[in-house]
């Protein structure tokens, strides 16, 4: 039987059935601003409870289930009859991806809204960083010899064969693009580790004096 064929019989069975097919793959979890829980998701088969905290990403859970990744407000509602209520929060994972990354964050209308993004280690290596804006202003970044800008939602990844190979302190310069001009909200030296990957965070501030809000977190390549 030619792959083609395989993948044509495997549609039309998910279709006859009406169940999504399954993917593999590891997921980690960070709230944005408050600790996400009471919430539950289908995890091989079984209801699983939903966690995610603020302060770091949590340990890698392995997880087999639809790409559409659902959060429901409790487990009995996956085996509840239609019509069901609306979940609470829903997405679609990146494939192929050996680690996704959950960003649960607070709707205007105070739901759960979730983002997944890759950040398997074929992509992402150790020494490099990833840099997402969830803050609702235009930044320019320098870090360390490279420079570019994000917009709301955008995330970007800095790689360099410096990075990989050296410790050293990486220079880091954050502005706001606002009306056509940057003005300057941070500057500093990071501490780098070759060994790590690492991630950042931009978020609105809670002052004018400091409109940007900035997290990070390093983990090993895994």
């Known amino acids: 039987m030619t792959p083609r064929l395989l993948a044509v019989l495997t549609i039309l069975a998910t279709s006859?059935?009406?169940?999504?097919?399954?993917?593999?793959?590891?997921?980690?979890?960070?709230?944005?601003?408050?600790?996400?829980?009471?919430?539950?998701?289908?995890?091989?088969?079984?209801?699983?409870?939903?966690?995610?905290?603020?302060?770091?990403?949590?340990?890698?859970l392995e997880y087999t289930g639809p790409r559409q990744f659902i959060l429901r407000s409790s487990a009995e509602e996956f085996a509840a009859?239609?019509?069901?209520?609306?979940?609470?929060?829903?997405?679609?994972?990146?494939?192929?991806?050996?680690?996704?990354?959950?960003?649960?964050?607070?709707?205007?209308?105070?739901?759960?809204k979730l983002s997944a993004y890759d950040i398997s280690a074929e992509g992402f290596h150790a020494g490099d960083y990833q840099v997402f804006n969830f803050s609702d202003k235009i930044v320019a970044l320098i870090l360390g010899t490279s420079k570019f800008a994000l917009k709301p939602g955008e995330?970007?990844?800095?790689?360099?064969?410096?990075?990989?190979?050296?410790?050293?302190?990486v220079v880091v310069q954050i502005a706001e693009i606002k009306d056509g001009e940057a003005k300057k909200v941070y500057a500093s030296s990071w501490g780098h580790?070759?060994?790590?990957?690492?991630?950042?965070?931009?978020?609105?501030?809670?002052?004018?004096?400091?409109?940007?809000?900035?997290?990070?977190?390093?983990?090993?390549a895994k």
């Not at 995330?155 to 302190?169: C, F, W, Y």
């Open 155 to 169: 995330d970007s990844r800095v790689s360099n064969p410096i990075l990989r190979e050296r410790v050293l302190d």
């Open 193 to 220: 580790q070759p060994l790590k990957r690492n991630f950042v965070f931009l978020f609105n501030g809670s002052h004018p004096s400091r409109p940007i809000e900035i997290r990070r977190f390093a983990d090993y």
């Open 81 to 112: 009859q239609p019509p069901l209520p609306p979940p609470l929060a829903s997405v679609s994972l990146p494939e192929p991806s050996g680690l996704v990354m959950l960003v649960a964050g607070r709707a205007p209308d105070n739901k759960i």
């Open 16 to 60: 006859a059935f009406g169940q999504a097919p399954s993917i593999k793959t590891r997921i980690v979890t960070l709230a944005l601003d408050i600790p996400v829980g009471n919430a539950f998701f289908i995890n091989a088969g079984k209801a699983q409870a939903f966690m995610a905290d603020p302060s770091g990403l949590g340990e890698p």
